[in-house]
């Protein structure tokens, strides 16, 4: 098979199942060829060839066909592509094998663009930021484990890869390792199979740093957890520098073991916060910058920046894809990119993104989540316990929603304007100083937002 089809094949790939797995799985692929029914695939390592195999192996084979290539079966030899992609990625770690077998221990691939210059700072990640930065410096290990946790597209990715890549520059006598829980899963699932399971314990427990994305993959997993904290004690005993990410609070994750949650929390646990418009103008520039050097200088009319800013709002990921619309389109079509091409190239992010949680929404969230009866929050209780969701669930309505404050006192059992003003000027000053409220609060923002 010529290399061409194959580029178009990838390309296919990529809007299937999503540019992470792009990036992560096919990317690194060099195809040699078909002959015999057999496609033939250079790939960077043993892993990431049987991870193709078990996962992409129907979507490859069914693109194959369709472009009438017979084959019946797929097989890898390891080593490195003659020729990267523009966009390379490299591995975070690899050691070999005690056995001598020249098994690799090999991480994810790590994304070239998620570095800490292409990571913009704000409010609401300030802290993940400076923790990071703290951990990719490789110094003495000053809090361990680092636990980043936010809502989905937020940048823990990102701050993760940015660490590994700090690292690999900094101390590259230091083994990092990146990966996802859901590797460390197949790995661990993989040794069992092949009776491997004392190299697999070598291998991790030789590292220096251990990075593991999405660990709420494993919540729930019996066996891959035991080995997990197995594996986490024995690098914290040893000195060695853990990171995780999650999409929420250890002890938020459900299914996950009490134990490993525990010593989740025994190092620092910082929170990336959903972002507010600063923020997010400031991703846009940065990004436009970025998506500048692949498409060449773009246009881009006054005002397009803070319009995407305000109206999309949830997920930076989002953000990006409508970016990289509006640059493709307007490279494609040769014009600058106005505001009537936003519009008309973005209807269906933009109507997604009109999505709006209703105070009724709010209301039940947080009295599902405190515990409460909503005919209470409506009601005329004025207890700590009854009280105190309600103005949270006052403050968030206020927060999420374009309700005025008399609209949102008719919402709540037809109590005045002031009642809720003063309910909202309250958590704003409660946020202050309880930590424990402030948590509360993010989270039934993310579980609204979601
Ligand atoms: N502060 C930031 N500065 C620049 N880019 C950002 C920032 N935050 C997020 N991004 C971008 O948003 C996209 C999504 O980020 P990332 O994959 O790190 O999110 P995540 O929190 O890991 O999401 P998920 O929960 O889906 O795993 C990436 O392209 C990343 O570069």
Known sequence: MVAEQWTGISEELRYEIGESNHKNWIEPLECLGVSDGVVRFRAPSRFVGDW?????????????QTIGTDVTRMEFIVGEPAQRPATATATAASTVNKSGAGDELQGAPLDGKYNFDNFVVGKPNELAHAAARRVA???????????LYGGVGLGKTHLMHAIAWELKAKRPDLQVLYLSAEQFMYRFVQALRDREIMDFKNLFRSVDVLMVDDVQFIAGKDSTQEEFFHTFNALVDQNKQIVISADRAPGEIKDLEARISSRMQCGLVVDLHPTNYELRLGILHRKAAQFAQSYGSIKIDDGVFEFL??????????????????????SLIGQEVSQDMVQDCLSDMLRSSERRVTVEEIQRKVAEHFNI??????????????????????????????????????????????????????????????????EDIELLRRLLES
Do not use: C, W
């Open 309 to 330: 800013a305000h109206r999309i709002t949830t997920n930076v990921r989002v953000l990006e894809g409508a970016l990289q619309r509006l640059f493709a389109f307007s």
């Open 373 to 438: 009866r909503l005919s209470d929050m409506l009601g005329p209780k004025r207890t700590r316990t009854i009280a105190r969701p309600r103005q949270i669930a006052m403050y968030l309505s206020k927060e999420m929603t374009s309700r005025s404050l008399p609209e949102i006192g008719r919402r709540f059992g037809g109590r005045d304007h002031t009642t809720i003003l003063h309910g909202v000027r309250k958590v704003v000053e409660m946020r202050e100083q309880d930590t424990q409220l402030n």
């Open 52 to 64: 193709v195999k078990r996962t992409y192996h129907d979507q490859i084979f069914s693109r194959l």
């Open 137 to 147: 410096e490789g110094g003495p290990v000053t809090f361990n484990p680092l636990f």
